[in-house]
């Protein structure tokens, strides 16, 4: 594969990644909507995907040099970055899910970047640039015209959703955080697959009761829950092999896409509406998220 073709294939990567991204997000409000509860459905999902991704583990262990246990410098922060990381963005997620649209929960979960920006500007420990500010002002006024803070739109959102959504982004922001500070040397299959194991048996401790009191999932579910766990799984490959044909930062900025792709996929999949100032407030969280991206040392 020549130099030309490598980037034009690192962009289809990264795009195809956004758009998975952002169907697993309206396909897990879907199956919501059908009745299934949260945590159920995450223990299915996380379950299901955690098995896909031992295979691939397994399959790819010796080629890529991986240990079959985390060497001791990573066990900790493996299992802090299942908790905390990965299980718990989408636990909040999930349950503000149950609340609100799909397109509005993924812009609260995409605003980590910016909420990482505030715990800089508040703290001190880093100094943000004028751009980075900028960003923080156009996202804060996105949100505010996409909760219809101001009122004059016909959305009705809930309290506890939007505070959940913001918890799932902080929690999304620990998780790019902790992964660059602390697993950043750990072998990125190997570190996938455990992160999703711990999830895993964190979402089965939250959910004792699950094997006594089993979800009742109808026929014509099935395929769909099929669906979400390949969704949990394709991604992370699409992105990984974008990172590494054309570089995280053009990777990032392309994959900013996902949020007008979930608010597409949700208008025409779940029927979700939005006033043309909810619209316009997406458009400059989006453009907020860019100017992070791009700006970024």
């Known amino acids: 594969m020549n130099e030309n073709t490598t980037f034009k294939a690192g962009y289809f990567f990264a795009l195809a990644s956004a758009l998975f991204y952002a169907l697993q997000v309206v396909v897990n409000k879907y199956i919501l909507s059908s009745g299934i509860a949260a945590r159920d459905q995450l223990v ?9 991704l031992l295979v691939v583990f397994l399959f790819q262990r010796k080629k890529s040099g991986a240990t079959l246990f985390p060497e ?18 989408s636990f909040f997620l999930f349950l503000a899910m149950e609340r609100m649209n799909a397109g509005i929960c993924s812009m609260l979960l995409y605003l980590c970047p910016i909420y990482v920006c505030i715990f800089f500007m508040a703290t001190g420990i880093r100094k943000i640039s004028f751009y980075n500010k900028l960003a ?4 804060f006024a996105g949100a505010v015209l996409v909760l219809n803070i101001l009122g004059g739109g016909d959305l009705k959102w809930s309290a506890a959703g939007i505070a959940l959504g913001f918890l799932s982004g902080l929690c ?12 950043k040397d750990m072998p990125a299959m190997q570190m996938l697959f455990y992160m999703y194991l711990v999830a895993m048996l964190t979402f ?18 099935i395929p769909v829950m099929l669906f979400a766990i390949f969704l949990q799984v394709m991604p992370l490959a699409m992105i990984n092999l974008s990172i590494r044909m054309i570089g995280s930062n053009k990777t990032t900025v392309i994959a900013t896409m996902e949020l007008p792709l979930t608010v597409l996929l949700a208008f025409f999949i779940l029927g979700e509406k939005m006033t043309l100032l ?13 100017i992070i991206n791009v700006k970024k040392e």
């Open 278 to 290: 909810q619209v316009l407030g997406i458009g400059l969280t989006l453009l907020a998220v860019i």
């Open 204 to 221: 089965w401790v939250l959910n004792p009761g699950f094997l006594a009191h089993p979800p009742t999932i109808p026929a014509g579910m």
């Open 136 to 139: 923080v002002g156009l996202a």
């Open 72 to 89: 001791k410098p990573f066990r900790i922060p493996i299992i802090v970055q299942g908790v905390l990381g990965c299980c718990f963005t």
């Open 44 to 52: 299915m999902v996380y379950t299901g995907s955690t098995l896909v």
């Open 172 to 183: 999304y922001a620990f998780y790019s955080i902790h992964a660059d500070l602390k697993l």
